[in-house]
T-cell receptor
Framework: GAGVSQSPSNKVTEKGKDVELRCDPI?????LYWYRQSLGQGLEFLIY????????KSGLPSDRFSAERTGGSVSTLTIQRTQQEDSAVYLC?????????????FGPGTRLTVT | RKEVEQDPGPFNVPEGATVAFNCTYS??????FFWYRQDCRKEPKLLMS???SGNEDGRFTAQLNRASQYISLLIRDSKLSDSATYLC???????????FGKGTMLLVSP
């Protein structure tokens, strides 16, 4: 079946612009995660959605970052007034259910470059 | 102490060699442990879960030492295709999420 998809695959934007990154999880997966990975760094947790519960936003680095998940499926990560330090690969993952014992399936990521 | 620490490497080994990676974690309450593999410019993929009793999957063996809070991954008979970054993953302070180490790079040469 189809895996996690993300769009766009690459995004170059000017400092100060807003960007939207999209994630389509695997059908039926109720948990969805956003991470970012900067060059040479590990994955940094950003936000987590589980079903209709309130998202865990504890990893968002600033109030310029927000995310939505509509209808329990597609998710959008929005970065407002982008800064150069936002340049990274943004990875989305989904999981069949809540709980860390479930494997997370990752999408190919969106490579964001802020100039 | 960082939540999950790994030697970044790279580990350079010839084909057929046995190589081992260790990873330490800080949260003694962690219950779930994994090794993920990430190829260059690709997304991470689950390699194997790590169970208390240790587990083996073909050429790969994972061990957990709760007392010392470390996890190991042993790769036997290395293949060129094993070249990748291996990420140690642990559930951290926020139970519902996973914490990823920065990874250990393995380069297998002919």
């Amino acid at each position: 079946g189809a895996g996690v998809s993300q769009s766009p695959s690459n995004k170059v934007t000017e400092k100060g612009k807003d960007v939207e990154l999209r994630c389509d999880p695997i059908s039926g997966h109720t948990a969805l995660y956003w991470y970012r990975q900067s060059l040479g760094q590990g994955l940094e947790f950003l936000i987590y959605f589980q079903g209709n519960s309130a998202p865990d936003k504890s990893g968002l680095p600033s109030d310029r970052f927000s995310a939505e998940r509509t209808g329990g499926s597609v998710s959008t990560l929005t970065i407002q007034r982008t800064q150069q330090e936002d340049s990274a690969v943004y990875l989305c993952a989904s999981s069949p259910s809540w709980g860390v014992t479930y494997e997370q399936y990752f999408g190919p990521g969106t490579r964001l470059t802020v100039t | 102490r960082k939540e999950v620490e790994q030697d970044p490497g790279p580990f350079n080994v010839p084909e057929g060699a046995t190589v081992a990676f260790n990873c330490t974690y800080s949260n003694s309450a962690s219950q779930s442990f994994f090794w993920y593999r990430q190829d260059c410019r690709k997304e991470p993929k689950l390699l194997m879960s790590v169970y208390s009793s240790g587990n083996e999957d073909g050429r790969f063996t994972a061990q957990l030492n709760r007392a010392s809070q470390y996890i190991s991954l042993l790769i036997r008979d290395s293949k060129l295709s094993d070249s990748a970054t291996y990420l140690c993953v642990v559930n951290g302070a926020r139970y519902s999420t996973l914490t990823f180490g920065k990874g250990t790079m393995l380069l297998v040469s002919p």
